[in-house]
């Protein structure tokens, strides 16, 4: 067992030993880290949940390909701890020698900047993009920038800036950037705020989970990290399995893919969308990139949201779960994984192991839409997704996911049942577009009524149809 860990912060290596004075608690945010601790006021202090992008930092680590990757990600939303064995840098960092960055230099010439509370973070999603090689197009930008709010320059003269750097930005690459060396033994550490445990394998993790079954299993702390900053918990226990490379594995067998629970929602749709293009633009609209950098399929899944983004699109799938704890493993069907409300079936020592997702038939298509009051950046008010095979003219095999219509994400035998062996028409998901008032029964909240839900779901099998119609496959 450790209690330090060490890190390099712009080029500079760091050793925090939590047993001595003075040393803050390993579950402080980065953000706070570096503004109070470290007095590094260029990374700013905005909304503090995630969704301003103001307080942008650059991370490099190692993937599970042994490659050292480079992104963005919220400072509010990282936890120190998890700094361990990584390369942090920040807005202070990317000037070099007294001559700034091209990043930097592009937004200074095109005056991408008025009052420059957003700029740092601007300029640190945009040092990621650039450093590891991404074009700027009209496209990439939006999605680069996707987590970055800019209340008062415009957008128009930053994406002008970034559009410069095109002249020298190279091809895609792997960063060459330094990395400390890994810490032997792992780190446990119990201070004013509670545990915090790092175990180095998956065997320890299930032994701690059984020994410990109330801590909550914390890989991308996207939701931990919010709930913190709203509710304001004395004690914030928890096991950190953010470096345990075995839980973010992505391995092929017959039929099927198989994706570690721990991989970030960005891998699980770099993944994804070779198989099902068609679910591409339903996971860009998952929060924003730097978001999707660290928050991971596991921890979506043991949110068990109602109106959680990911498990519609499983059941749609009839994506597999499988389950572990320290005596053995399990495999549920994504249908019968939720049994309420923010409630599923695991047990206190049981994780999400991996998820099991099918390779599709040629015959296989898929429709996926989130309704939402804003197009990014927002929780969705409903999600529909419906998988089925078109063959010979006639549906087959279809499989639904709604989210928001009920208190967990649910499938509908009934809307399956009226649309298999129905022929591929207008007619027939107009027919069961007819249907939705019958299959649920929805409730009205600050995001939409139950007769808006009702009525967009009802449009949403007609657009299904107009928009799969024509594709001979999705994949």
Same mark, same amino acid.
């Given at each position: ?6 890190f ?27 503004r109070?601790?470290?007095k590094?006021t ?20 190692k ?7 480079l ?9 120190l ?11 202070e ?9 091209p ?9 991408g900047t008025q009052?420059?509370?957003?700029t740092p973070?601007?300029a640190m999603?945009?040092f ?10 009209p ?9 970055n ?6 957008y ?6 970034l ?5 020298t ?6 960063p060459t950037?330094?990395?400390?060396p ?22 320890? *993790?299930?032994e701690y989970k +059984?020994?410990?079954p ?5 890989? @991308? /702390? &996207?939701?931990f990290?919010v =709930? $913190? ?15 345990l490379?075995e *839980?973010k594995?992505?391995? +092929?067998e017959?039929?099927w893919?198989t994706l570690?629970? @721990? /991989? &970030?929602?960005?891998?699980? =749709? $770099? ?8 679910a ?8 924003? *990139?730097?978001?999707?950098? +660290? ?5 979506s ?14 059941l749609?799938?009839?994506a ?7 005596g053995?493993s399990?495999t ?6 939720n ?9 206190p020592?049981?994780?999400?192991y ?6 599709p ?16 950046m ?17 549906v ?6 709604f989210g928001?219509m009920?208190?967990?994400p ?13 022929p ?9 577009s ?8 929805t409730?009205s909240?600050?995001r939409?009524?139950?007769?808006y839900?009702?009525?967009?779901a009802?449009?949403?099998l007609v ?13």
């Amino acid at each position: 067992m450790r209690s330090k860990i060490q890190f390099l912060l712009n080029g500079d290596p760091v050793a925090l030993d939590f047993s001595e004075y003075g040393t803050p608690d390993p579950q402080i945010t980065v953000l706070k880290y570096l503004r109070d601790f470290r007095k590094m006021t260029g990374t700013k202090e905005g909304c503090g949940t995630g969704d301003c992008g103001s307080c942008m930092v650059a991370l490099a680590q190692k993937d599970t390909a042994g490659n050292t990757v480079l992104y963005a990600a919220n400072a509010c939303l990282m936890l120190l701890g998890m700094l361990d064995g990584k390369h942090l840098i920040t807005i202070e960092g990317i000037a070099k020698n007294g001559k700034l960055h091209p990043v930097q230099q592009a937004l200074l010439h095109r005056k991408g900047t008025q009052c420059g509370f957003c700029t740092p973070g601007v300029a640190m999603s945009s040092f990621a993009a650039y450093e590891t090689g991404r074009k700027f197009t009209p496209t990439s930008i939006q999605e680069i920038l996707s987590g970055n709010l800019c209340r008062c320059t415009g957008y128009e003269s930053i994406r002008e800036a970034l559009t410069d750097l095109n002249a020298t930005v190279q091809s895609l690459r792997e960063p060459t950037i330094e990395l400390p060396p890994a810490l032997p033994g792992e780190f446990f550490w119990e201070g004013s705020m509670g545990p915090y445990i790092k175990p180095q394998t998956v065997s320890s *993790l299930l032994e701690y989970k +059984r020994k410990y079954p109330r801590y909550p299993i914390v890989s @991308g /702390a &996207s939701d931990f990290s919010v =709930k $913190n900053i709203l509710e304001e918990p004395e004690q914030r226990p928890l096991i950190d399995t953010s470096d345990l490379e075995e *839980l973010k594995q992505i391995q +092929r067998e017959e039929g099927w893919v198989t994706l570690g629970a @721990g /991989a &970030s929602v960005e891998t699980f =749709k $770099n993944m994804l969308v070779p198989l099902y293009p068609a679910a591409e633009a339903y996971l860009l609209s998952f929060a924003s *990139l730097p978001v999707r950098n +660290r928050a991971t399929i596991g921890g979506s899944l043991a949110g068990a949201s109602a109106v959680g983004d990911i498990m519609p699109l499983l059941l749609a799938l009839n994506a597999q779960l499988k389950l572990r704890t320290s005596g053995g493993s399990r495999t549920v069907a994504c249908k019968g994984f939720n049994t309420g409300y923010h409630t599923h079936l695991l047990a206190p020592d049981e994780i999400i192991y991996a998820v099991r997702i099918p390779i599709p038939s040629k015959t296989r298509k898929l429709f996926a839409h989130k309704q939402s009051a804003r197009k990014d950046m927002d929780i969705s008010t409903l999600t529909f997704c419906l998988c089925f095979d078109v063959v010979n003219g006639i549906v087959r095999n279809a499989s639904s996911g709604f989210g928001g219509m009920a208190p967990t994400p649910v499938s509908s035998k009934e809307l399956e049942d009226f649309l298999n062996g129905r022929p591929f028409s207008e007619e027939t998901f107009a027919g069961a577009s007819a249907l939705m008032p019958q299959l649920f029964s929805t409730i009205s909240d600050v995001r939409g009524s139950a007769g808006y839900r009702m009525k967009a779901a009802s449009h949403l099998l007609v657009s299904c149809f107009l928009e799969t119609h024509g594709r001979n496959h999705d994949r």
